[in-house]
Each structure stands twice: as structure tokens, then as C-alpha cells.
């Protein structure tokens, strides 16, 4: 074993930039993309990598790759493909809970494969609960299955989670700083890996399969998690119910006066739906809207206490309702669940600096978070990811709102599909592009460009539609984190460690090398974001794999898998995150469902990769 190197300048600088971002990656005490930045800036400063490649991430592969896939997926999302794919599901499983359930998973492990995880669950979220509504299946028996066969799914190609995604640009950059006399690695094609990629998918169908109906078998557990979001489940789960009923704001009522927001502050005031004033009635008044005389409210409550607020505020009840019937008409309004995902704007904020009435109609009810319920002061809760939002509105006002990104529905509730018409189109473009990228020699990138240009100019999604379906925070993290990967390679840091550990692990076998770096991304991959992982172990088991005489290729890749294989805590991964909150999961059953399905696919990953990348 070579101990040549020895530590630089450089090399310190980068091992200190590397601690410095796992640890505000950890701690949060800077936002994650503003410490990506931070790290583009520090390496140009220092010159740690050649000036000319530092933006380099910007135009790279991975990233023009992955805004391309995020187009896609939203063109397909606005045809309708996930609204057809649940039909399919219900059709060929012809009402059998077991079938449903397995179907679905195929399903999404599947199209995992070709549309990014993240998009893929935020998309599917509905579809798993109209198939929870028409069956009578308990959502929570089928998110998290869902969830986790679609991280799993996520290995068939090169271009659905962003470890891999970013892998070839890795090493390409490992490449122009191999050793002289090294064996340059090979970029991988589409489907390269989808003979390790498949496999693992099967390994979480089949386990899946035994496990759901042990974990929630009772049915009790079925009373608790009702499909169809009706007036019982908001009930039963938030202490949501009663009926909507009209106040008349009379000339002696204190209401006078006071806005919406003091009204509702008042003891025993009901949830204030909607407010006519004159001849203007609205759903979700504004907080600082006034009451007059002969204002009316619509507000949902139990009867008894409605009648009670009217007889201490002097209000007159309405025997029907006169004037919101049409508002309230179950077929245009209603209550719906909404999640707040990882990327959302809303995270960090108070429920009240956001206005909803105001901005979009819609009023706050509840939220929860894990086993807590906010009924009381819920315009003061700071929201979280993966917090779950209760909201009444018109539904044309929620299609609305959810165009923002800033939360995902997860109520079926009416609406019309926007453009049916080229579903077609948007078909024949994903699977152009499919074919481009294991067909021809045309870069991944290029290949899926072509599939989101076509969706473009046959009018599937307009420019505009295409920019916000972009996750632009992740896009930015990503890119400004690829010099961070080259900065270890062109200083020898990653070679450096690689020669330290060996100096540790140099007589150990190639599999036990391996299962090291597995579970190491694996555990760095719990408290940092996966790309960071990647970034920072991808060079290292290149590098490993050179002093240890293994496939680099073998090791690169082994280390990506493991970087996505996070099934234990929902805040390591943004699938996971999306579907705690509707399914109510406790970390108990993230743990009890992860941990073995972690150590059956990270040994399934280690033997299945050996197999195919290393049989000559």
C-alpha cells in the first residue's frame, strides 16, 4: 500500500469545508441551500479546484437531467396519466384489498424508475386516497408501503433519485484526476443498473407483501384511518364536526365592529367560514374584514353551542341557509387534507403571516403533526415539513392554491382534469425521450430535454408551468454542491482518506470494504440530504476501490444506492416526509418498518452489484 500522500493545506481546506456542511446540514442553523452557496464561494475563494469548472454544476448533466425529468413528471401530472393509472389499478384488482395493495406498489416501484421519487409521491398522494375512498382500504395500509417501494424503484435507472442522477457527473471528475496508469471508470447508461435496480424492487414487493397485513391487521386500527375523508374521519381525527349554520349580525350584537379575526378569538366562537356583508359574500374572510349590522356568518359548530354563541353576541339564527347554500353545495366547496412538503415556502412560517383567506380562500381548520392536534390559536403554529393542514374552501379555490407547490392535496375532491386532450402527447415525448437515452449514444441530459421540449411545443405544459414545476432549491443545492466532489478529487483529499483507511481496512476483503462504505453513506445520508452524502463518499470509494484493487465503478455505485436506501426516520427523506403526516405514522413504525427492510437492501445492493459489475 502506498503512503506517499500526505496531508496539504488544501486538503485540510477541504476536510474543513466538508465538517463545516455536515454540520449545518445537521443543525440548520443556516438554510441548506444558502450553505450550498457558501461552499461554491469558499472554493472559488481558496482556488481549491481550477476557476474555469467551478460553475461547471450549473450546466452539468445531473442538473439539466433532472429539471428535464421535474418537467416531465408535471406534464404527465397535468394530463391526467396518475388519474387513468388509478382507474387501471381498481379495474385489475377487482375490489381486493390484497390485490389493491400490491398493485399499487408494482406500480409505483415501476414508474419510480422514470419520474423523480419526491415528484412521483407528491403526484400519487391522490390517487392512493381515491383508491382508499372507492375501496374501503385504510390509507395508512398503503402509504408507507407506497413510499418505500418507490425509493426502491428509484435504482432501476440512472434518472429518477438524485444520487444517481448526479453519479456520472462524479465520476467524470474522478476521471481527470485518476493516477497515472488508472483505468478510466464508464459513465453508466440509462438502464445500466436495472439489473440491480429491478431485483431491489422485488426484495420491497415481496416484503411488503408479508409485512402489511402484521403491521395495522386489526380492525380497530381500520376504524382509525377511514378512506374517504367525510364529515365522520375530519371527526373522529381533529374534533372537526357539526353543522354549517347562518348568523345575522344584529344592530345590538357586539360583533359590531370588530373583524373577523376578533370574532373568531371570542369564547365558544364557532370556526367562521364565510361572511356576507351587503350584497358581497365570500368563503374564508380575510381576518381584517369588519362585521356591520346585517352581516351574516356562516359558521360550523355543533348546534347546541352555535345557538349559545347567538344568544351571548345577539346574533339571529338562521332557520336554513338563505345565502351560502350554493357556497357550502358539498359538489363546489368542502374540507380537505393538505400536507406541507420538504421544498415548500410555508415552512418556517406562522399560519396567520400567511393570509390564506386573504390570498387564495382558503381557511385553516387544523394542523397536525405527528400524534399533535392544533384546534385552538392555530394561526399561531410555525409550520413544519411534513405537517399535516385541515382547510376549508371552495374546491376550484384549492385546484388554485395547489398550483404554488407550497402543499400537496391529499383529499379527493371534484376536479377536472386540465388536459386530457394530449395525454397523448405527453406519452409519446416521455417515451422519446426514454428511447433516446438507451438507444442512441445522445447524452442522458440531451435525451431527456428532448422529451420536455416536445411537451413544451405540443402544449402540454405552457413555459411558465414548466418553470414552476421545477424545484429550483433543489436544483441550486445540487449544483452548488458538484464542486465540493471535484474540490476532493483534484486536491488528493479523497485519495488521502482512501490511503488512511487502508492503512486500517487494507487486509479486509472487497465485501467488507464495501458494506463499510455502504453503511457509512447510509448513516451520513440519516442527518445530512442524500446529494450531500453522495457528494462527500462517492470520491472516497473511487478512490478506496484504486488502493484496494476493486471496480471502482462497483464501489461508486454501491455508495449512490446506499445514499437513497433511507427507510428508517422520515427527515432523512423527502418520500417519507410527504406521506407521515396522512397516513399517521408514529417514528415507531418508520423504524419498525425501515430498519429491517434497510439491512434486507443494503445486503440485497451489496450482493446483487458484486454480481453484475464485477462477473469478469
Given at each position: 500500500?502506498?503512503?506517499?500522500?500526505?496531508?496539504?493545506?488544501?486538503?485540510?481546506?477541504?476536510?474543513?469545508?466538508?465538517?463545516?456542511?455536515?454540520?449545518?446540514?445537521?443543525?440548520?442553523?443556516?438554510?441548506?441551500?444558502?450553505?450550498?452557496?457558501?461552499?461554491?464561494?469558499?472554493?472559488?475563494?481558496?482556488?481549491?479546484?481550477?476557476?474555469?469548472?467551478?460553475?461547471?454544476?450549473?450546466?452539468?448533466?445531473?442538473?439539466?437531467?433532472?429539471?428535464?425529468?421535474?418537467?416531465?413528471?408535471?406534464?404527465?401530472?397535468?394530463?391526467?396519466?396518475?388519474?387513468?393509472?388509478?382507474?387501471?389499478?381498481?379495474?385489475?384488482?377487482?375490489?381486493?384489498?390484497?390485490?389493491?395493495?400490491?398493485?399499487?406498489?408494482?406500480?409505483?416501484?415501476?414508474?419510480?424508475?422514470?419520474?423523480?421519487?419526491?415528484?412521483?409521491?407528491?403526484?400519487?398522494?391522490?390517487?392512493?386516497?381515491?383508491?382508499?375512498?372507492?375501496?374501503?382500504?385504510?390509507?395508512?395500509?398503503?402509504?408507507?408501503?407506497?413510499?418505500?417501494?418507490?425509493?426502491?424503484?428509484?435504482?432501476?435507472?440512472?434518472?429518477?433519485?438524485?444520487?444517481?442522477?448526479?453519479?456520472?457527473?462524479?465520476?467524470?471528475?474522478?476521471?481527470?484526476?485518476?493516477?497515472?496508469?488508472?483505468?478510466?471508470?464508464?459513465?453508466?447508461?440509462?438502464?445500466?443498473?436495472?439489473?440491480?435496480?429491478?431485483?431491489?424492487?422485488v426484495v420491497g414487493l415481496v416484503y411488503f407483501?408479508?409485512?402489511?397485513?402484521?403491521?395495522?391487521?386489526?380492525?380497530?386500527?381500520?376504524?382509525?384511518?377511514?378512506?374517504?375523508?367525510?364529515?365522520?374521519?375530519?371527526?373522529?381525527?381533529?374534533?372537526?364536526?357539526?353543522?354549517?349554520?347562518?348568523?345575522?349580525?344584529?344592530?345590538?350584537?357586539?360583533?359590531?365592529?370588530?373583524?373577523?379575526?376578533?370574532?373568531?378569538?371570542?369564547?365558544?366562537?364557532?370556526?367562521?367560514?364565510?361572511?356576507?356583508?351587503?350584497?358581497?359574500?365570500?368563503?374564508?374572510?380575510?381576518?381584517?374584514?369588519?362585521?356591520?349590522?346585517?352581516?351574516?356568518?356562516?359558521?360550523?359548530?355543533?348546534?347546541?353551542?352555535?345557538?349559545?354563541?347567538?344568544?351571548?353576541?345577539?346574533?339571529?339564527?338562521?332557520?336554513?341557509?338563505?345565502?351560502?347554500?350554493?357556497?357550502?353545495?358539498?359538489?363546489?366547496?368542502?374540507?380537505?387534507?393538505?400536507?406541507?412538503?420538504?421544498?415548500?415556502?410555508?415552512?418556517?412560517?406562522?399560519?396567520?403571516?400567511?393570509?390564506?383567506?386573504?390570498?387564495?380562500?382558503?381557511?385553516?381548520?387544523?394542523?397536525?403533526?405527528?400524534?399533535?392536534?392544533?384546534?385552538?390559536?392555530?394561526?399561531?403554529?410555525?409550520?413544519?415539513?411534513?405537517?399535516?393542514?385541515?382547510?376549508?374552501?371552495?374546491?376550484?379555490?384549492?385546484?388554485?392554491?395547489?398550483?404554488?407547490r407550497d402543499f400537496v392535496v391529499v383529499t379527493?375532491?371534484?376536479?377536472?382534469?386540465?388536459?386530457?386532450?394530449?395525454?397523448?402527447?405527453?406519452?409519446?415525448?416521455?417515451?422519446l425521450a426514454m428511447g433516446l437515452g438507451l438507444?442512441?449514444?445522445?447524452?442522458?441530459?440531451?435525451?431527456?430535454?428532448?422529451?420536455?421540449?416536445?411537451?413544451?411545443?405540443?402544449?402540454?405544459?405552457?413555459?411558465?408551468?414548466?418553470?414552476?414545476?421545477?424545484?429550483?432549491?433543489?436544483?441550486?443545492?445540487?449544483?452548488?454542491?458538484?464542486?465540493?466532489?471535484?474540490?476532493?478529487?483534484?486536491?488528493?483529499?479523497?485519495?488521502?482518506?482512501?490511503?488512511?483507511?487502508?492503512?486500517?481496512?487494507?487486509?479486509?476483503?472487497?465485501?467488507?470494504?464495501?458494506?463499510?462504505?455502504?453503511?457509512?453513506?447510509?448513516?451520513?445520508?440519516?442527518?445530512?440530504?442524500?446529494?450531500?452524502?453522495?457528494?462527500?463518499?462517492?470520491?472516497?470509494?473511487?478512490?478506496?476501490?484504486?488502493?484496494?484493487?476493486?471496480?471502482?465503478?462497483?464501489?461508486?455505485?454501491?455508495?449512490?444506492?446506499?445514499?437513497?436506501?433511507?427507510?428508517?426516520?422520515?427527515?432523512?427523506?423527502?418520500?417519507?416526509?410527504?406521506?407521515?403526516?396522512?397516513?399517521?405514522?408514529?417514528?415507531?413504525?418508520?423504524?419498525?418498518?425501515?430498519?429491517?427492510?434497510?439491512?434486507?437492501?443494503?445486503?440485497?445492493?451489496?450482493?446483487?452489484?458484486?454480481?453484475?459489475?464485477?462477473?469478469?
Amino acid at each position: 500500500m502506498d503512503t506517499s500522500l500526505t496531508l496539504t493545506t488544501d486538503m485540510a481546506l477541504v476536510l474543513g469545508l466538508l465538517v463545516f456542511t455536515v454540520l449545518m446540514l445537521v443543525l440548520e442553523w443556516i438554510r441548506a441551500d444558502l450553505v450550498a452557496l457558501l461552499v461554491i464561494v469558499v472554493i472559488g475563494v481558496t482556488r481549491l479546484m481550477p476557476v474555469d469548472r467551478l460553475f461547471d454544476g450549473f450546466a452539468g448533466n445531473a442538473v439539466m437531467s433532472l429539471i428535464a425529468v421535474m418537467i416531465m413528471g408535471a406534464g404527465l401530472d397535468r394530463t391526467g396519466v396518475l388519474g387513468k393509472a388509478a382507474s387501471f389499478i381498481l379495474r385489475l384488482a377487482g375490489g381486493v384489498e390484497t390485490r389493491v395493495s400490491h398493485l399499487m406498489n408494482a406500480m409505483v416501484g415501476s414508474m419510480s424508475a422514470i419520474m423523480q421519487s419526491q415528484a412521483l409521491a407528491t403526484l400519487f398522494m391522490p390517487v392512493a386516497s381515491r383508491i382508499s375512498a372507492r375501496t374501503g382500504i385504510p390509507l395508512k395500509r398503503l402509504l408507507l408501503p407506497m413510499a418505500c417501494c418507490i425509493l426502491a424503484g428509484t435504482n432501476i435507472t440512472m434518472i429518477s433519485n438524485s444520487p444517481l442522477i448526479l453519479l456520472n457527473d462524479l465520476v467524470a471528475s474522478a476521471n481527470r484526476n485518476l493516477p497515472p496508469g488508472a483505468q478510466s471508470i464508464d459513465a453508466f447508461p440509462l438502464f445500466s443498473i436495472a439489473p440491480v435496480g429491478i431485483p431491489l424492487l422485488v426484495v420491497g414487493l415481496v416484503y411488503f407483501a408479508w409485512l402489511t397485513p402484521r403491521l395495522w391487521p386489526s380492525d380497530e386500527e381500520r376504524q382509525k384511518v377511514t378512506p374517504g375523508r367525510t364529515e365522520t374521519y375530519f371527526a373522529e381525527m381533529y374534533g372537526i364536526d357539526g353543522e354549517v349554520m347562518e348568523l345575522v349580525v344584529t344592530a345590538e350584537s357586539p360583533l359590531v365592529g370588530m373583524s373577523v379575526l376578533e370574532a373568531e378569538q371570542l369564547h365558544g366562537a364557532p370556526l367562521v367560514l364565510a361572511l356576507k356583508t351587503g350584497n358581497e359574500a365570500r368563503l374564508a374572510p380575510p381576518a381584517d374584514q369588519m362585521i356591520w349590522v346585517g352581516s351574516v356568518l356562516g359558521v360550523l359548530g355543533k348546534r347546541e353551542a352555535i345557538n349559545e354563541f347567538a344568544n351571548n353576541q345577539l346574533c339571529r339564527v338562521q332557520p336554513r341557509l338563505r345565502n351560502f347554500g350554493d357556497m357550502f353545495n358539498p359538489t363546489r366547496a368542502g374540507i380537505s387534507e393538505v400536507v406541507i412538503p420538504p421544498n415548500s415556502r410555508w415552512i418556517k412560517q406562522v399560519v396567520g403571516d400567511l393570509r390564506l383567506r386573504k390570498r387564495f380562500g382558503v381557511s385553516v381548520l387544523a394542523v397536525t403533526r405527528g400524534e399533535q392536534v392544533f384546534r385552538e390559536d392555530v394561526r399561531q403554529v410555525t409550520l413544519r415539513p411534513g405537517d399535516t393542514l385541515v382547510l376549508h374552501s371552495l374546491w376550484r379555490d384549492l385546484a388554485l392554491a395547489a398550483e404554488s407547490r407550497d402543499f400537496v392535496v391529499v383529499t379527493d375532491f371534484p376536479q377536472e382534469e386540465q388536459r386530457p386532450s394530449k395525454i397523448w402527447h405527453a406519452v409519446a415525448f416521455f417515451a422519446l425521450a426514454m428511447g433516446l437515452g438507451l438507444f442512441t449514444d445522445i447524452t442522458l441530459a440531451v435525451a431527456m430535454l428532448v422529451g420536455a421540449v416536445g411537451m413544451l411545443l405540443a402544449g402540454v405544459l405552457s413555459m411558465d408551468e414548466a418553470y414552476h414545476s421545477i424545484n429550483w432549491k433543489t436544483i441550486f443545492i445540487l449544483a452548488c454542491l458538484i464542486p465540493l466532489g471535484g474540490a476532493m478529487d483534484s486536491t488528493g483529499t479523497a485519495a488521502w482518506v482512501a490511503q488512511e483507511v487502508m492503512v486500517y481496512l487494507g487486509g479486509l476483503p472487497q465485501w467488507v470494504l464495501q458494506a463499510f462504505l455502504a453503511v457509512l453513506a447510509l448513516a451520513l445520508s440519516q442527518v445530512i440530504s442524500n446529494v450531500g452524502a453522495a457528494v462527500m463518499m462517492v470520491p472516497m470509494a473511487i478512490n478506496i476501490a484504486l488502493a484496494a484493487g476493486g471496480n471502482p465503478a462497483a464501489y461508486a455505485l454501491i455508495v449512490a444506492i446506499s445514499t437513497s436506501n433511507t427507510f428508517l426516520l422520515p427527515s432523512a427523506n423527502p418520500v417519507l416526509l410527504v406521506v407521515a403526516g396522512p397516513g399517521g405514522y408514529r417514528r415507531s413504525d418508520f423504524l419498525r418498518v425501515g430498519l429491517p427492510l434497510t439491512v434486507i437492501i443494503l445486503a440485497s445492493t451489496l450482493v446483487l452489484v458484486n454480481l453484475v459489475f464485477n462477473r469478469g
